[in-house]
C-alpha cells in the first residue's frame, strides 16, 4: 500500500493504493502545475509562475491543462474575467477525462455587453452525457478583481463555491440508477475562446472584434486532492480532519444558508424546473432529495 505526502492545509488526506504511489498536490506555481496547450502565445505565465493570462483574438483563444490527473478533492482558482464588452466570449475552468464516455464538472462564464452581467454557467457530465445546467447571475462584478472558484469533488457530492459560498450541490444519486463521477481521473482545464452563436442572448449579440485582445487572469490555483498516478490507483480517506464543506458529507447548516440564498436570488436557469425541455419528465436525480 502506498501513502500520502504533504500536508494540507487544516485538513489531511489519505490516499488507498493499489498499483501505484497517489499523493496529494498542494500549492499554486503555473509553471510547475500546468501546461499552456493552444494559441500560440496568446497564453502567458508570468510573476514567477503566480500569474498566468489567457487571450482571444479574431484569430484565436487560448488555453492550458493540468500536468496532474485528480481522483476526487477540493479545486480552487481565482480569476478575473474579460473586462468590458466580452459578449460572444466564453471563459471555461472545468474539470474533465477523456473519451466518448468522459466526466466532466464545469464553471463557464459567459460574456456579455458592457454593463451587463456576465452569466455563470454549470453543468456536470457523467459517462459522456451532460444536460444538467444550472445558470447564475454573480452577486459581483467578475472583472474588477480577482474571485476564487472552487469545485468540491467527493464520492458522495459534488459541490460547486464562489469565494467560499455554495452555488450548487450535485449528489451521488447512484442508489436510483443515475451515473456519478468517481472512477475517472480528471484534469483541469482552461480555455478562452469565442462562442457568439450561442454565448450571448442566443447568439444575437455578436463578438465585437474591435475590442480584441479579450484576456482573462489567473492566480492562486490549489488542489487538496489525491493525484491519480497510473492505472487501477484510487484514493480514500480515513482519519480526516474537520475542514467544513470539504470534510464532512453534508453542507452544515450556515453552508445550505447560503445556498438557498444564492438558489433564490441568483440562479436564472435550472434544468429541473424546464418542463418543456423535459416533457416525458425530469431527469431522476431532480424528483428526489437526499
Given amino acids: 500500500m502506498g501513502s500520502c505526502s504533504g500536508v494540507i492545509s487544516m485538513a489531511f488526506m489519505a490516499c488507498l493504493v493499489m498499483n501505484s504511489l497517489v499523493f496529494v498536490a498542494y500549492g499554486g506555481d503555473f509553471y510547475q502545475d500546468f501546461d499552456l496547450t493552444w494559441g500560440d502565445r496568446r497564453g502567458k505565465i508570468f510573476n514567477g509562475g503566480k500569474l498566468l493570462s489567457l487571450s482571444l483574438d479574431s484569430v484565436s483563444g487560448s ?9 476526487f478533492g477540493r479545486i480552487d482558482m481565482q480569476l478575473k474575467l474579460v473586462a468590458g464588452n466580452s459578449a460572444g466570449t466564453v471563459t471555461a475552468y472545468y474539470l474533465s477525462s477523456q473519451g466518448p464516455t468522459h466526466d466532466e464538472i464545469d464553471f463557464e462564464f459567459l460574456g456579455n455587453l458592457s454593463g451587463d452581467p456576465y452569466i455563470l454557467h454549470t453543468n456536470v457530465f ?13 452577486w459581483f462584478d467578475p472583472t474588477r478583481n480577482f474571485h476564487t472558484y472552487s469545485i468540491i469533488w467527493k464520492p458522495q457530492h459534488i459541490i460547486f463555491l464562489v469565494d467560499n459560498i455554495p452555488i450548487r450541490v450535485f449528489k451521488n444519486a447512484e442508489a436510483i ?11 483541469i482545464y482552461s480555455s478562452l475562446w469565442s462562442a457568439d452563436d450561442w454565448a450571448t442572448r442566443g447568439g444575437l ?7 480584441a485582445p479579450f484576456t482573462a487572469y489567473y492566480r492562486n490555483f490549489n488542489a487538496n486532492a489525491c493525484v491519480w498516478s497510473g492505472t487501477g490507483s484510487s484514493c480514500a480517506k480515513t482519519n480526516s480532519v474537520s475542514d467544513g464543506a470539504w470534510e464532512t458529507n453534508e453542507l452544515d447548516a450556515p453552508g445550505r444558508r447560503r445556498l438557498r440564498w444564492v438558489q433564490k436570488y441568483f440562479m436564472i436557469y435550472n434544468y429541473c424546473t424546464d418542463l418543456k425541455r423535459f416533457p416525458q419528465g425530469i431527469p431522476a436525480e431532480c424528483k428526489h432529495r437526499f
Fill in 126 to 138: 457523467t459517462q459522456g452525457k451532460g444536460n444538467r445546467e444550472q445558470q447564475f447571475y454573480l
Fill in 63 to 71: 488555453g492550458f491543462q493540468s500536468k496532474k490527473e485528480y481522483l
Fill in 205 to 211: 449579440v455578436k463578438t465585437d472584434w474591435t475590442k
Fill in 177 to 187: 440508477g443515475v451515473p456519478f463521477p468517481k472512477s475517472q481521473p480528471m484534469r
